[in-house]
């Protein structure tokens, strides 16, 4: 045994068009980079047990294989949960540098969700004020 860590494994159950799995796989890489952790996809409709356990739960996030793995999340990346299980399983010695890594892609994460809630914030004032107008 040569005690070199392996990168953590990501087994990630997608379909074709399912907007949802392209929404996390696209977000899994900004979480999963700075942990090195390789990405494997797997096709839910091409292997009917995979379609039975996880067909209507699509897009499922595992952390392993699906042999061994245990879920992370479904249906959207739960970015905190995701992040927190790959720091725990990094090599501590990497960890300052990823975690650099990881900090910008939380804040530009945060920058949109908190732009989203202002514009949804000013959107129902508007519409209130609109309402009370009429």
Same mark, same amino acid.
Request: glycine letters at 8%.
């Given at each position: ?8 494994? *990501?087994? *990630?159950?997608? #379909?074709?068009? %399912?907007h949802? %799995?392209?929404?996390? #796989? !696209?977000? $899994?890489?900004? =979480? @999963? @980079?700075?942990? &090195? !952790? =390789?990405?494997t ?6 292997? #009917?047990?995979?379609e039975?356990?996880?067909?209507e739960?699509?897009?499922v $996030?595992?952390?392993?294989s699906?042999? +061994? /793995?245990?879920?992370? %999340? ?15 399983e ?6 300052p !540098?990823?975690?650099? /890594? ?7 994460? +945060?920058? #949109?969700?908190? &732009? *989203?809630? =202002? !514009? ?15």
């Amino acid at each position: 045994m040569t005690g070199e860590a392996k990168p953590p494994v *990501l087994t *990630l159950l997608t #379909r074709a068009y %399912c907007h949802l %799995c392209d929404e996390m #796989r !696209a977000a $899994l890489g900004v =979480v @999963a @980079a700075p942990f &090195g !952790a =390789v990405i494997t996809e797997l096709d839910v409709d091409a292997d #009917r047990a995979l379609e039975e356990a996880f067909g209507e739960w699509v897009p499922v $996030l595992l952390l392993g294989s699906v042999a +061994n /793995g245990v879920e992370l %999340c479904h249906y959207r990346l739960d970015f905190a949960h995701v992040a927190a299980t790959l720091a725990a399983e990094a090599d501590p010695s990497l960890l300052p !540098a990823q975690t650099l /890594g990881l900090f910008d892609g939380l804040q530009e994460v +945060n920058r #949109r969700v908190f &732009g *989203l809630e =202002v !514009a949804i914030r000013d959107w129902r004032a508007a519409a209130r004020s609109d309402s009370m107008g009429a």
